[in-house]
């Protein structure tokens, strides 16, 4: 949720980002199923909800009609900051669990110079999933002016693609499991919380909730 309210504030500013979020179809795990995939679902409906530019895709990679389980944790944010680590987009990798994550910011007077070395990591990354050679990748990203653009040009029909995530609807328990993060808490005391005294993903209030009620008036559906 912190990490969702943090992209959907910068959503909502001028002349956001582009973000482009690579990750699996689906958690590895009948548990990680039930606690991340019905999370993801909601957080998702909810961001785009707060994207009217449309600026934030989310897609898994496939390799022909197969898809490719992504488990890798690697952020490259403006050719400038890169982070590779172990922690998860979830509450238990932020306030539960013990991660080593590791940063580098051309910001910082040691790193000078390390941008080139960033965007060819970058590159080599979309090369990767879009079956290209690395050298094709910045005369293709100039001419279609952006990295969704681009995937979406070149299309599902190769060897290896990116392809949005598909969002199966949720039923009512899902939807519960999701809203009050029964198998995800915040901190560890909230293992033990009642569900009431949570927060959630879209507490009243907060800035998912809010999106989420700004979206429903606009559409009709209150």
């Known amino acids: 949720r912190v990490v969702a309210e943090a992209i959907a504030k910068r959503l909502a500013q001028p002349d956001p980002p582009e973000i482009v979020v690579v990750h699996a179809e689906h958690a590895d795990g009948f548990v990680e199923q039930a606690a991340m995939d019905t999370a993801r679902v909601r957080l998702i409906e ?19 009609d197969t898809p490719i389980y992504c488990h890798a944790k690697v952020m490259i944010v403006d050719d400038e900051i890169l982070r590779i680590g172990s922690a998860n987009f979830n509450n238990r990798s932020m306030g539960l669990d013990s991660e080593c994550d590791v940063f580098i910011d051309c910001a910082r007077p040691a790193n000078t110079g390390c941008g080139e070395a960033i965007q060819a990591l970058r590159y080599s990354l979309l090369a990767e999933h879009l079956a290209l050679h690395e050298a094709e990748v910045g005369p293709l990203l100039d001419q279609h002016g952006s990295m969704a653009a681009m995937i979406a040009a070149l299309g599902t029909n190769r060897r290896r693609s990116l392809r949005p995530l598909h969002l199966e609807p949720l039923n009512d328990l899902e939807k519960a499991v999701a809203d009050n993060e029964l198998l995800d808490p915040e901190t560890p005391d909230q293992m033990f919380d009642f569900v009431q005294a949570r927060r959630g993903l879209l507490r009243h209030g907060g800035l998912l909730g809010r999106a989420r009620a700004n979206w429903r008036r606009k559409h009709g559906k209150l």
Request: hydrophobic content about 40%; cysteine-free; proline content about 11%.
């Open 46 to 64: 909810e961001l785009r909800a707060a994207d009217p530019g449309g600026r934030l895709s989310f897609l898994v990679p496939f390799t022909g």
